[in-house]
């Protein structure tokens, strides 16, 4: 058989359809090579497009890294800006400290006198109500001494009136030339 098949190899038709063979196994290598090509090219267009679906979302996310440049730019020069206020930032900070202690120690003082006004107003209502007290009684005394008074005048100024006249006559003669005892309240 071997012998057979060599001799139909070496004819015309036998050359021929090792040809068509040939060119059958050909087609089908270059029809499966065409086929894992297009399913290749298939694939690389599902590729392609989540590259350009990505490729949009790094665009944008391009633009935000480039506004992050900025803004830590900006960021950047209010630091180196803010920099030298740090110290009297600090300084402040000491003195609202200090500020706040002197406060806390005002606060002490001013509750202090709070306490000491409080007892004050409790002892000036006490002598209020002493001072009115003493006040009425006061009235009272001049209301019987005023009654007394003007009772127990009346003599003594008649007396003292009796005495004035008596004394401006004496050293009048009597021809009306003062001797020496009148004077100018005896007339």
């Known amino acids: 058989m071997s012998e057979r098949l060599l001799k139909g190899y070496k004819s015309e038709t036998g050359q021929g359809v090792i040809a068509i063979v040939v060119s059958i196994a050909i087609f089908a290598v270059s029809a499966y090579m065409l086929w894992r090509t297009v399913d290749v090219a298939r694939s690389i267009r599902v590729k392609a497009d989540s590259i350009e679906s990505n490729a949009t979302s790094i665009n944008t996310s391009a633009s935000s890294i480039a506004r992050l440049v900025q803004t830590e730019a900006i960021l950047d020069s209010i630091l180196s800006t803010s920099k030298p206020l740090v110290p009297s930032l ?61 009772t127990d005048t009346a003599p003594i100024e008649a007396s003292l009136e009796s005495a004035h006249i008596s004394t401006c006559a004496i050293g009048v003669l009597p021809n009306g030339v003062a001797s020496g005892g009148a004077d100018e309240h005896c007339s």
């Open 90 to 150: 600090n300084q402040i900070i000491d003195v609202a400290k200090s500020i706040d202690g002197t406060a806390a120690s005002i606060n002490g003082s001013i509750n202090a006198i709070n306490g000491n006004s409080r007892a004050i107003g409790g002892e000036v209502n006490s002598i209020l109500s002493i001072s009115r007290q003493i006040s009425g009684d006061i009235i009272t005394i001049n209301n019987v001494l005023d009654g007394n008074i003007a």
